[in-house]
């Protein structure tokens, strides 16, 4: 599996995560990967970690969005594109591994597949402020 399907994949199970507590997302993580996807046990290590440590850093995450989001604060967002620019966030201040144009133009990748018709410009927008 590539590097963008295992974001893909880390992806769907943080948007899952606004809607479940994170006590519930081993299990969610677990059905995820077990029922519906089929990935090895290194891609479904490297997708729970990193799953995790992006919720883990949240708080800090938002924080640094709020900053630079003029008039669209974290909790005003759309769900996809907020969780879709805390990953690639994380990705450019955690993962020496990704480069950030990598990280931004990924992001700007799944929010053309899943987001709104705003939502490339909009996620591409606040990544280019943070950095």
């Known amino acids: 599996m590539s590097r963008s399907e295992l974001r893909e994949k880390t992806f769907v199970m943080l948007y899952c995560k606004e809607f479940h507590d994170k006590d519930d997302m081993p299990s969610q993580i677990a059905m995820y990967l077990e029922n519906f996807e089929k990935v090895s046990e290194d891609e479904k290590d490297f997708i729970e970690k ?16 709020n900053e ?42 799944l929010a053309k597949k899943y987001g709104g018709s705003s939502s490339t410009s909009f996620v591409n927008g606040i990544l280019a402020k943070l950095v």
């Open 50 to 65: 990193r799953a995790f440590a992006v919720m883990d850093e949240i708080p800090s995450l938002d924080e640094k969005i």
């Open 68 to 109: 630079v989001a003029t008039g669209w604060k974290t909790d005003r967002m759309s769900k996809v594109d907020l969780v879709i620019i805390r990953l690639a966030l994380y990705e450019i201040l955690k993962d020496d591994d990704v480069p950030t144009k990598v990280a931004i133009n990924e992001a700007v990748e």
